[in-house]
């Protein structure tokens, strides 16, 4: 069995953990590749391997991977997509960051995590991804999202118009600061920030959220997510920003555009004892208030 470990820059404080991770890894003998970036934190930082250590750092060097394992907030794990893409390699979050909705693992679970992965003691959510085409493939082969595509405007001077189509047919024109294109994975993320309404995961959506719209009447819209969204955007300046996750370009003010739903989705780990409203519940500190 082989997982490939993805990383960043972790607080000292997780230091410990880490090196229990990798320790109950080689307990179990589980050979690990290792993000090269991260390989060199964690060895700059002590962290000690008891086996051979391979590197990666492309997605063409996950083959024969068969566990994704992200170490660090949701957004380290929303990095990992560009990684896996259509490969259909399972990843399972550990929580050093903040929040923690897409890592739902707490260090105190790791032990728990990795028998259950060794196990298959665990459920598989398939999660829905948004790609966005432009004529001159503007993002390469890394035109997709797993929580947002966001247009906004380029600086803080003017608002943009967006003029919105839905299969080709005339929805509105969004005067705003911009638009959040998000899956029910992220209607939890940016799109709840700017009042939007949080889905299942299960749910077959789109969310179509403003920031901070000129016109009080314009509200949050959900789409089935088989519809095809097209834009064109009418601005005082000669560009706007796209953003995917937590990816950006400028992008010309002439670029029309469409986002769709991808014909892939991705496989999230969830252990058996983790539901989505027990993560509501203690994520949004729901039921806090002592009269409940």
Known sequence: MKYAIYGKNVSEKYLSSIQFFFDELDRNNISVTIY???YQFLKENSI????????FSFHSDLNGTDYLISIGGDGTFLETIT???D????????????????SSVTTDEIAQAIKSLINGAYEIDKRTMLSIETENNL???DNFALNEITLQRSDSSTMITIHTYLDGEFLNSYWA??????????STAYSLSCNGPILFPSSESIILTPIAPHNLNVRPLIIPDNKVLSFQIEARTDS?????????????????FKIKKTPHTIRL?????HTFLETLRNKLMWGIDKRN
Not at 177 to 186: C, F, K, Q
């Open 36 to 38: 090269s970036s991260f």
């Open 83 to 85: 990684l896996v893409r």
């Open 269 to 273: 780990v969830r252990l058996k004892n």
């Open 87 to 102: 490969s259909n390699i399972p990843i399972l979050g550990i929580n050093t960051g903040r929040l923690g909705f897409l």
């Open 240 to 256: 706007f920003l796209v953003a995917l996750d937590s990816r950006f370009k400028s992008v010309p003010i002439n670029t029309s």
């Open 177 to 186: 600061d911009g638009l959040i294109i998000s899956t029910p994975t992220g």
């Open 48 to 55: 000690r391997f008891s086996q051979s250590i391979t590197e």
């Open 139 to 141: 993002f390469g082969n």
